[in-house]
């Protein structure tokens, strides 16, 4: 099928539970419109507590006839890796719902969205028959066994900004261990996650061992966060909520939860910068990627007094480049927002900006895309203090805020002064300043000299309330296994 038949083909907003396609058991629903131009694309299932038990029950007889975790890694890895042909396959369909369902742009819902899910699925397919168990150097009398086991039903809670991306980092892994999966994907960008349930299942992942329950955070979040047959939780989302889920985690059966949250992260350019327009590339490129709404973002741009008027004078320059456009043309590198809500919380933040003081270079209006859209111009702001509302919150839209500092002390102390601690990238040509910095800077992930680096090889995740656990690499595998010592006494006859 072409573009054009899957942009006009109706979605099925049905829950995915128990290998079938249903909706919720009261037939509740509700209305998916599409941020690109206000069209109604499908009716979603709208799963509450009684769905959300149907799922888990499925996951649970899942888990416990073995029909996933019995096989042998070698055999789950092949099911994941046809998983991932499939995504491949069937890549086109899957990008134009992921931009008609939360507005980014084709061209990178095809080269990103698509290409890191299939591949993150790939990878911990390809990686769970390579890793090996432990032995402890214990006395010769004893052995003991250290064994990772996979938990039981996972419950996995994400945001709108890359919804296949977010679900991938989490059911991967999950999957590979031989886990049962319950995915409840955003109210706003349910449409993907939906179909990979449907992927995964034709490419032989048996029914009830991943399920997908779409709905609202209050009414199929929480009585997943709460479930008490639950055994893990995976959220992504705003820390708001992150803190919300460690609770429910607490109040229920102390379900081991896992948190990646927000992020405000700085970007500190000094004046001994090897490469300034690098630097400035990288600096708008990476903060109006996916029109803002990316929990990295470079969002708090740091730039030394001696150089700040030079960096800015190239950053105005650039920001042509990035005025949005139609998300279905293939050359559009800057879409819609993905709701209303979303367009005026933004809005609402470029309005506190310039009401607290700081300096509005460009942009600051809603944009006229289409019609029923919600389009915003990439907008910049100088004389940014830390103190200002726009300093201290995520406003996951396009809006770069730029303050200056004078030395390497003064840079830190603004970069760490955030109760967030994702990201970070410091641009410098002397090894130890760059070197120094980096170890300062309370982050997850430190940059030096670049910024869009970025690997399934690697760990993602935060400091202080940008998280608990990370996302990627071999690592994520702890958060989905429990470890088990099993001690064996040897009467050795020798
Ligand atoms: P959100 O916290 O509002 O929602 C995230 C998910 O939680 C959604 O599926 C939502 O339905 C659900 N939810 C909402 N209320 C709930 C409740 N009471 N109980 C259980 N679930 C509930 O976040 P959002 O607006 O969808 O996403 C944006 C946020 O995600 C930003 O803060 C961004 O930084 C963060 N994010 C972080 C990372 C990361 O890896 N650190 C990646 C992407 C996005």
Redesign the pocket.
């Known amino acids: 099928m072409t573009h054009e038949t899957f942009v006009n083909l109706k979605p099925d907003g049905r829950a995915f539970i128990d290998g079938e396609r249903r909706w919720a058991m009261d037939s509740a629903r509700f209305d998916n419109i599409s941020p690109v131009d206000g069209r109604l694309l499908c009716e979603v299932a709208r799963c509450q507590a009684r769905d959300i038990d149907l799922a888990v029950g499925s996951g649970r007889r899942a888990f416990e006839d073995k029909r996933w975790r019995g096989l042998a890694p070698a055999e789950r890895k092949r099911v994941l890796v046809r998983f991932s042909e499939l995504i491949v396959t069937h890549g086109e369909e899957l990008a134009c719902l992921e931009t008609l369902d939360m507005g980014k742009p084709i061209r990178y819902a095809r080269s990103v969205d698509v290409a890191s899910a299939a591949n993150c699925i790939r990878w911990y397919g390809e990686a769970i028959d390579k890793v090996y168990d432990e032995i402890a150097p214990t006395p010769d009398h004893a052995l003991a066994l250290i064994t990772r086991e996979p938990m039981g039903v996972i419950g996995v809670?994400?945001?709108?900004?890359?919804p296949m991306i977010?679900a991938a980092w989490k059911i991967a892994p999950a999957l590979a261990c031989g886990n049962s999966v319950v995915l409840?994907?955003?109210?706003?960008s349910p449409l993907t996650a939906l179909r990979l349930a449907e992927l995964a299942l034709q490419a032989g992942v048996p029914a009830g061992v991943f399920n997908v329950v779409p709905g609202?955070?209050?009414e199929a979040?929480?009585p997943?966060?709460l479930h008490m047959d639950v055994d893990g939780i995976g959220?992504?989302?705003?820390?708001?909520?992150?803190k919300?889920?460690h609770v429910?985690a607490g109040q229920s059966n102390l379900k081991r939860a896992w948190t990646?949250?927000?992020?405000k992260s700085p970007f500190i350019v000094m004046d001994d910068c090897p490469d300034i327009e690098r630097a400035v590339q990288a600096a708008v490129g990476s903060l109006f990627f996916n029109q803002g709404e990316?929990?990295n973002a470079p969002s708090r741009l740091l730039v030394h007094q001696r150089i700040k008027d030079q960096f800015i004078e190239r950053a105005l320059q650039l920001v042509p480049q990035y005025q949005p456009a139609d998300p279905l043309h293939p050359d559009t590198v800057m879409g819609a927002l993905v709701d209303k809500t979303q367009l005026d919380t933004v809005l609402g933040y470029i309005q506190k900006g310039q009401q607290e003081g700081a300096q509005l270079l460009c942009g600051g209006q809603a944009a006229l895309v289409k019609p029923g859209g919600f389009y915003v111009q990439p907008t910049i702001f100088d004389g940014v203090t830390s103190s200002m509302t726009i300093a201290r919150e995520?406003i996951?839209g396009p809006v770069l805020s730029v303050m200056g500092f004078s030395d390497a002390h003064e840079a830190v102390r603004l970069a760490n002064d955030h109760v967030y601690g994702?990201q970070a990238s410091v641009w410098s040509s002397n090894l130890n300043t760059a070197h120094g910095m980096a170890r300062a800077l309370r982050a997850g992930t430190v940059h030096v000299n670049q910024y869009d680096e970025d690997d399934i090889t690697v760990p993602?995740?935060?400091y202080k309330q940008?998280?608990v656990g990370r996302?990627k690499s071999l690592h994520a595998f702890d958060k989905y296994t429990e470890l088990k010592t099993t001690w064996i006494r040897i009467d050795s006859p020798v």
């Open positions: 809670i994400v945001p709108w900004n890359y977010m409840k994907p955003s109210e706003k609202y955070g209050a979040g929480s997943l966060a959220f992504t989302g705003s820390t708001k909520i992150g919300q889920i429910m990646e949250l927000g992020g990316s929990c995520e996951f994702l993602f995740g935060g940008s998280g996302d």
